[in-house]
């Protein structure tokens, strides 16, 4: 089956490439509105990197929560306070040192959390649907996290309703 | 047809002589050739019907002149279509413009790949199935906003807005109802979930002696896939009165025919699905059998489900009048989102007990 | 499951050789005559005035976000109401215990929704409490 793995490496690359260049896109763009547009095809390529890795339901929870929701969401924020940087009385320059501090921040933390990480190597299993794992252990061992995410939406609601009501207020 | 493919790569010798990932990509391609194909002659002989139909139940007779009867109309509409001239604008944005209707287009023949035809006539039964099909969703609503954006027209920002809004809002309680039935099947693929019905009417999911809340989450799944397709009564992104012809105002030629192509799949996907849920799928009322007869009767059976709820969905574009952008959003929100919420509970609850 | 995959890339393939190799081929049939008319913005024959890009309503805003809520609802369901079944399976206890605990996460899923309805985040013109809005209902025109 060498011929699966040549096809498998040729879509990982292709998916890499994609994600790559739109994210570089989404961080290097002038306009907000490209960024967001070029950011759904880095989510997209995120989603292709979970099904390559046999997470099924992961990956479609990617487009359906992150490409279909925030993006949306981020879409319509943007068309609603579409100005420009220099509109908003921000300095470029202000916004690069801070943006560099938090995103070298994050990486530091991010090597931090990987040199802490046990690595092991799994070996590789036939590939098996996820979902009803998923399902199961939320349900059993992961009881207390699902149920709070549902009042944490709950708060999310509330703290949605209370923004929305501030701004028609003004 | 992964069957299929297996099937063959151990019994004909002469493919095992090439990789089988040739083998695979090549059947894989004939496959998904033979769905567009047919989606492509469905469009078409839907688009004739609509204008009949919408002809008769006015009183007139719709295209007359192109062939006997202008059945030849759409085909001409088409060549019309594909000679026409290419434009886009200068003023608009280039790139998103191109790519909206590649995205639109890929969201509505995507679903395919799960569809199943009749038993054994499907390309593959993905695990997550009906979640698949939900997640496509997002590439519509993104070429959508892209379109309108792109195009740097108000009307068609405006409907490009509508449409997404609309879309996201009728997510939701599609997403539910087919929660409902896998409350019951205990299966997100479309076989797992209609196998579990039986072949006699009363032993679907939209009979009320199965269970009523399926009965309440079936009507609820084709009203959200009405307003997700953007059908009377919910067609409001392209009101054509109030917003010229929403998010696809300034394409032309065969870019405006992709859009067309897409809308039209969808509708087909949202009946298809309906009918695969809650309408039995192939166990219809055509009698059981066995081997290639039992998959010609079971795909006329889809089929014929399938067509019927188009059917509706045509009737319904001559009967009702639009809703308000107002009422739309209630109607989603404050509707059918607690009401398949509540039929949710119900379900879980009569599965629980009986 | 790569074979599932491998159907959605060709498919994607497929969309895209359809998609742009028919407007590659229908460059040879078509016309091309640009005008200076034809290139502008369809505006019902008005000539256009202004940037399309401007900034829209809040309404849109507040439907995504509640959108986007019920939305994570709608995902977080997905795999605990798959295993519902397979939870009968194996005892009617278990199952209703299961059909508790999912009861409990719709439950306040419910209580958000009244919530927002209450508030008027569900609403499109939000009539009662901004004055803005009031006047909007009151003169249309």
Redesign the interface.
Known sequence: ????E???II?FYVTCGVVVISALIAVFARSV?NAA?AL?FTLCGMAGFY??L?A??LA??Q???Y???????L???I????RTLEELGIEKRTTYIAGTIAGLAFYLILIFIIAQGLWHQIPPKP???T??T???L??TKY?LP??I???T??A???G??Y???R???K | MRELIEYLLTHVPLLTKV????VY?VFILIGAGVVLGYISVMVIIWVYLERKVAGHIQARYGPMRVGPHGILQTIADAIKLFMKEDIIIPTSHKV?FIIAPFLVFFGAFAPFVVLPYSESLYLSK???GV??L??????E??GI??AG?GSNNKWA?YGG?RH??QM?CY?LPMGISVLTVVVFTGS?TLHGITNAQGWLPWQWFISPLKSPFTFIAGFVFYIAGLAATKRVPFDLPEAESELVAGYHAEYSGMRFAFFFLAEYTAMYLVCAVTSLLFLGGWNGPLPRAQGWLGNLLGLINVLSKTYFLLFVMLWLRWTLPRLRIDQLLSTSLKYLLPISLGALLGAAIQSAIF | ??Y???N??VFLVLTGVLVFGTLLVGRLVRTQKPTPEKNTIYECGEPPFGSS??????R??????????F??????L??????LQ??KLISRTLMLV?VG??A??VV??V??LI??WH???LDWL?AP??P??VEESHNPE
């Open positions: 089956m060498a011929g699966k040549i096809a498998i879509v509105i547009f759904f099904f390559l046999s099924d339901f479609i929870v487009i359906v929560v490409a279909g929701g925030i993006l949306v969401l879409l319509f924020g068309l609603l306070t579409h590939m098996a649907p979902t009803a998923i399902g199961r939320l349900l009881l699902f149920e995410s549902s009042v939406l709950l999310a609601l509330i949605s309703a923004l929305v009501r701004k028609e207020g | 990789p089988s990932i040739f990509a998103l993905m695990n997550v979640f698949y939900l997640a496509l969703t997002a590439f609503v993104i906003i892209m954006w920002l807005m997404a809004a996201i997510e997100l | 499951m790569l599932d995959f491998a959605i890339v890009w401007v900034r829209y309503n809040i849109f805003y507040n439907i995504a976000l509640v959108f986007l809520i939305d994570v609802e709608v995902v977080c997905f795999p605990v109401i798959l295993v397979h939870f299961a605990e999912v409990f996460f306040v899923l209580i958000a919530y927002a508030k008027g985040a939000r409490e901004s803005y809005s």
